[in-house]
């Protein structure tokens, strides 16, 4: 088997690297960081959306599993104490897949039919540069509200547990193939109403954001990366056709991984 691992590049986490390819290496498994079948993510949340998306073209053919190293790791399933059990894992055992769902975003400029496309694990998020965000929201091409405030967040299932759930949006399952729309200090009046709630869409419903005033800049977040943007006619948001898999050696149900991450374990 082929595998790639990616640090956080602290010392402790160059340590665990640097174990982890010796050992794999010495029981015949390939290191391969342009075609791996595995990706090893050494870190926290951060290094395995990194992972992930210096992968994203390889989501058929590659499994991601996460040692975490930092404070909290929802991503990762193991600990530094147990590397060794985990190599012993990977080079004995076939693992288990499981498949979450994600995000597909394009961004549509003004007066052009060409549109940068992206994917996300956790989210996108959609703010002002130095004023209020104002938006039309449409689902499935029908305009459902007018939106003025902070900005909008659209997450997945597992990225529910990221920004989404800072900002009072509810926590979804991954076995749900859904996103997430959830509010960032909306502005209700006369001229803007909108729901107040977090909205959930099944994957057959899109979501369209449109600015209402085309010069003004705008920061667009898709999981850890921001960039700048003007002119934009829409941003469109649907449930990826992909998935990203996750390797799993061993059990790590989603809401004992919820429990673990968010809620003290004192009692358990």
Known sequence: ?????????????????????????????????????????VGGDGTFLEAFHTYKHRLKDTAFIGVHTG???????????????LIIEIAKKPFEV???????????????????????????????????????????????????????????????????????GAILHPSLNALQITEMASINNRVYRTIGSPLILPKHHVCELLPLYHDRSMLITVDHNTEEYANIDRIECRVSDEKIRFARFRAFPFWKRVHDSFISDERS
Not at 9 to 38: A, G
Not at 71 to 85: C, N, Q, S
Request: aromatic content about 10%; glycine content about 6%.
């Open 98 to 168: 499981v498949e979450y769902p994600l995000l597909d975003i394009k961004i549509h400029p003004v007066g052009s039919d060409h549109y940068q496309q992206f994917v996300a694990l956790n989210e996108v998020s959609v703010k002002s540069i130095d004023s209020t965000v104002a938006m039309d929201v449409h689902i499935k091409g029908a305009h459902f509200e007018r939106f003025r405030g902070d900005g909008l967040c659209v997450s997945t299932p597992s990225g529910s547990t990221a920004y989404n759930k800072a900002l009072g």
């Open 1 to 41: 088997m082929r595998f790639a691992i990616l640090s956080r590049s602290d010392n402790k986490s160059e340590v665990i690297k640097s174990r982890v390819k010796q050992y794999l290496t010495d029981f015949s498994l390939v290191y391969d960081e342009e075609k791996p079948e595995l990706v090893i993510s």
């Open 71 to 85: 404070h909290l790791g929802f991503y990762a399933d193991w600990v530094p104490e147990e590397v060794e059990k």
